[in-house]
């Protein structure tokens, strides 16, 4: 898949029973859906090939180590092995909602609310979108901010 640009692909066989009926219900809407811009970024990604998909990744993992350890006060933390994504829990009886209001109006660093997610009272931040430079600024400033949620 193509984060952010919401295209992807899947393959299964006929004999995957269950899955393949449950495929069929949707199919019509995968080659509809996706933005001209998408359809043409995945062509992109699938003629250039893995290389640079690998050298992509690689360039991730300045922002995960400066997200885990700007998170690092929070009682537990889930996610930054895999995804782009790492999930952290707020104190007790913290609003994950109004957390994430004041990380942008006092910190200037915007994080989802973990009850978007399925997880109330965490929060979900990504470090996919910036470059690494600016990924460490904002960590930066999400530490200050956790570190005030936290204490």
């Known amino acids: 898949a193509l984060a952010g640009f919401r295209c992807g692909y899947l393959v299964t066989s006929k004999s995957n029973g269950k899955l393949y009926s ?3 219900k949707v199919q019509d809407t995968i080659p509809i859906c ?5 359809q043409v970024a995945a062509m992109g990604a699938l003629e250039v090939g893995r290389s640079w ?6 360039t991730l993992d300045v922002g995960r180590r400066a997200i885990l350890e700007a ?6 933390i889930m996610g930054g ?28 660093v915007a994080v989802i609310p973990g009850s978007y997610c399925g997880f109330p ?3 979900r931040v990504c470090y996919s979108n910036l470059p690494p430079e600016k990924c460490k600024v904002a960590a930066s400033r999400l530490a200050d901010g956790i570190r005030d949620l936290c204490s």
């Open 22 to 24: 449950q495929l069929l």
């Open 34 to 38: 996706p933005a001209r811009i998408s």
């Open 53 to 58: 998909v690998i050298n992509k990744v690689s």
């Open 71 to 76: 998170m690092a006060p929070m009682e537990c």
């Open 81 to 108: 092995t895999g995804a782009m994504y790492v999930m952290g829990t707020l104190p007790d009886g913290m609003n994950d909602q109004e957390a994430a209001r004041r990380l942008v109006k006092e910190y200037g």
């Open 121 to 123: 009272g965490w929060i």
